[in-house]
């Protein structure tokens, strides 16, 4: 079973950055496609980013700004965020997916204007 704890969420004001982190357990990590996920209040969850070995995906609306990236050794997925703005704010949750797919609990990134 795949258990995902999230951290390194916050408050932060609008232009500062945040570095949110994943630790994976349960199973072999580089075999899985590694992604984060965001939910605003009243919206649907998206995809921000995600990682497949060295393949990253971005939405484009954090395109520039984050970056994904993962250390197989320390089993952990890293979202590196810059520039943040008030439209970032969300629940931001790691996802796990090797056929099937699992789910962190999520992180609270807060952005003041």
């Known amino acids: 079973q795949v258990q995902l704890v999230e951290s390194g969420g916050g408050l932060v004001q609008a232009g500062g950055s945040l570095r949110l982190s994943c630790a994976f357990s349960?199973?072999?990590?580089?075999?899985?496609?590694m992604g984060w996920y965001r939910q605003a209040p009243g919206k649907q969850r998206e995809l921000v980013a995600s990682i497949s070995g060295g393949i990253t995906n971005y939405a484009d609306s954090v395109k520039g700004r984050f970056t994904i990236s993962r250390d197989n050794a320390a089993n952990t997925v890293y979202l590196q965020m810059n520039s943040l703005n008030p439209e970032d704010t969300a629940v931001y949750y790691c996802?796990?997916?090797?056929?099937?797919?699992?789910w962190g609990k999520g992180t609270l990134v807060t952005v003041s204007s």
């Open positions: 996802n796990a997916k090797y056929g099937l797919s699992y």
């Open positions: 349960g199973r072999v990590f580089s075999m899985y496609v």
